[in-house]
């Protein structure tokens, strides 16, 4: 078992900036995929980002504003998330698969999942 952990979100303005990290338990993180999803009221789970050992690929909707990366040596994956929107405001997860080419867009391709963290963009 994984256990996943998100931190760092909070209020923050339009036009602001911020970091989230995701600490995932395990001692072979550095072969895991590592995923951003989000979700708002009344709306799917989403894809934002994603690394692994096939690079990093981004929802249409934050290339360019977002930037995912990681620490193996810390077990911590981030989510730097600049020029913020209303419409970034959400509940954000993390997810992990334990292979290096493992998973994709789809919610349900992920097996573990941390609680979430939620990022509130104010206009």
């Known amino acids: 078992q994984v256990q996943v952990a998100e931190s760092g979100g909070g209020l923050v303005q339009a036009g602001g900036s911020l970091r989230l990290s995701c600490e995932a338990s395990g001692r072979t993180f550095r072969n895991y995929s590592l995923a951003w999803f989000r979700q708002a009221p009344g709306k799917e789970r989403e894809f934002v980002a994603r690394i692994n050992w096939s690079g990093k690929y981004y929802a249409d909707s934050v290339q360019g504003r977002f930037t995912i990366s990681r620490d193996n040596a810390e077990n911590t994956v981030f989510l730097q998330m600049n020029n913020l929107k209303p419409e970034d405001t959400a509940v954000y997860y993390c997810?992990?698969?334990?292979?290096?080419?493992?998973?994709?867009?789809?919610?349900?391709?992920?097996?573990?999942w941390g609680q979430g963290t939620q990022v509130t963009v104010s206009s």
């Open positions: 997810a992990a698969n334990r292979g290096p080419y493992s998973g994709g867009s789809g919610y349900t391709q992920w097996d573990y």
